[in-house]
């Protein structure tokens, strides 16, 4: 907008000691005056001009669909792929090398198909076995050396490098990560030769297969193996879009052998694909969850399943041995329903960025907040807000499941446990606030008094740290907190606790609130999967005193709030679970339950993606800049690759399959490359992760 004082004009005008373009011809008068009308106007420069797509490339070799060609007639060759070597051999006038000797042979297969060497007792048996019977003794250790399970170990490390696996999450902070089931489950893929469309298919959309089983949603760890950034006061959606971004080249690179990465700012250079046509495919994958779900080995999915089966048959066992039960546990509903409904009005304060160690509380829309990015061991969040809320009584606090925290929350240990340290309020008009005293605290899921924190959040030193019931968060002490870790199975419940004050808080004309949530019990590094801050949660307040229905889980209240004969047997289980632990005379049944909940298996979390329910939009991305959202685009592939099947829908399942498609021209011819390369060190294109215009010829096109 103001030529005079642009850097660029003054340049090739030559007012400047430097003076551009620095070889060549000077720009004439008429074109530095179009250089200046232009930044005069704004210098728009459309996206459209960045770079001209390269149509005249659609003919490479890569983009057509492999077809199998005649098999030269070479008698002497043994199997289809020596009589094309043989081929070229002849027409370079060479011969094949002498076959090697077989203690030689013994020892490259062994390298080549587990990566360790074979033992003197097996070489001599080889010797022995190829001395009497070549062929019978290549094809026995071949066999025997692909079952086992050494083979998935050796060739899982190369799809491993190409799905960009670590155990840490990179950057600065470096974090460890609990991945290890993504990489079981791809030594087993291989161990077990799985077909590579399933391969493929599994790690881009397990989770949306039908029936989906545990394995094939930890499969889809192969789109969260990028680095993550927790620097403290970074932007999460920022480096959602760096993974994203990541995810297409891994995408690009590992299965399709293009680098459509290039496509991320502007139209490729040298392939026939736009940055539209990248956007498109982006969209596939723009529509998910970063889930961490809890996930176990075979062993614990049997013990946990065993628990469940004692704890239900021992409810079960009440039933029938208490006639009755139904009644008395209708009248108990009916009690509570009879109550007055408590009127909670949601806040949503205003965060003091300052005060959260360089954690992000991300407003939501439906008045949470949503903690990411970096997180603290120990911080006390600053909250302020002006409510016209008169006569306040109670406070509440609900801890909420969200698919993106670990074990889906409530908080964002990687247990999902959190610990609330001490939770204060002060309040009154603007510049006169004063400590507000509560009386009582009370909440629907405790742990028992006195419970030692875990030993992955204690400090360098040893002092005394529990946690409790809800009374702990208004003790005054940073020695205890309430916390939700009750045990495997059952901590990762939405969960609520409130605060009565010792009387109405009043103001005329509004009332300030300065919130503080003390959360200090994680452990001494937040660098090693010590923090224990919450993850989700809501904020409301009253003016009347709760009730015992506010008491209740939010799975109880749930389930009462569907009428008795519209009901399920899990709702009214759910019911029953939560009744029982209030009838007095079964004290020593709901012990003996509790006894059988400590052995619940803990599992462990592990990186997956889940469908979100609201569509999340994708916009092409001006110059690739995630802050510079331009034209909105749907799901798409690239034209000068196999089509989509007609009316499929728009999902990942859909995309995975496109990929995995026989008609695609790169995907399998890739595979193949990788595999070659692998064994001679060289692929039959050298340039194993593009496939693309700019790539060497192929060795033997055949």
Known sequence: GDSANSLLIHLVAGTKDEVMPKKGPRLTSEQVGLLRAWIDQGADWPE?????????????????????????????ASNPIDAFIAARLEKEHLKFSPPADPVTLCRRIHLDLVGLPPSPAETDAFVASHKADPKTAVRDLTEKLLASPHYGERWGRHWLDAARYADSDGYEKDKPRIAHFY?????????????????????????????????????????????????????????RMEAMFDRMEAIGKGVLGLTIQCAQCHNHKYDPISQEEYFRIFAFLNNDHESQPVVYTNSEQMLRADVIS????????????????????AAWEDEIKAAPTTQWTTIQPVVEDISTGGERYLPQKDGTFLCGGYQPTKHEVKMRIKTDVQNITAFRIDMLNDPNLPATGPGRSHFGTFGVTEFKVDAGPEGKLASIKFTSAQADLEPAPETPVRDCFN?????RRVIGPASYAIDGSEETAWSNEVGAGRRNRECAITFLTESPVS????????????????????????????????????STAPTKLDALPKLVRDALAIPRPQRTSAQTATIFSHWRTLQAEWKDANAAIETMWKQHPDGVTQMTLSERSENRPTHLLKRGDWLKPGDAVSPGVPSVLNP??????????????????????????????????????????????????????????E
Do not use: C
Request: no cysteine.
């Open 48 to 76: 459209s001009a960045s770079v001209a797509l390269k149509e005249a490339n659609r003919d490479h070799w890569a983009f057509k669909p492999p077809v199998r060609p005649a098999v030269p007639a070479k008698p002497s």
């Open 507 to 542: 103001t005329e004309g509004g009332t300030n609130l300065l919130i503080r949530i003390s959360q200090k019990h994680g452990g001494w590094n937040s660098d090693d999967l010590m923090g224990n801050s919450m993850g989700r949660f809501r904020i409301s307040i009253a």
């Open 310 to 329: 004692k704890v239900s048959a021992a409810e079960s066992q009440l039933q029938s041995s208490t006639p009755g039960w139904e009644a008395r546990m």
């Open 459 to 463: 400090e360098k030193k040893p002092v």
């Open 183 to 239: 990489r079981d489950w791809v030594i087993d893929a291989f161990n077990r030769d799985l077909p590579y469309d399933q391969f493929i298919i599994e790690q881009i959309a397990g989770d949306q297969l039908p029936n989906a089983t545990q394995q094939q949603m930890v499969a889809t760890g192969f789109l969260r193996n990028s680095m993550i950034n927790e620097e403290g006061g970074v932007d999460p959606e920022q480096f």
């Open 644 to 701: 989509l099947p007609k009316d499929a829908p728009p999902t990942r399942l859909t995309f995975a399959r496109w990929l995995a498609d026989p008609k695609s021209p790169t995907t399998a011819r890739v595979a193949m490359n990788r595999m070659w390369q692998h064994y001679f060190g060289t692929g039959l294109v050298a340039s194993a992760e593009d496939l693309g215009t700019q790539s060497e010829p192929p060795s033997h096109p």
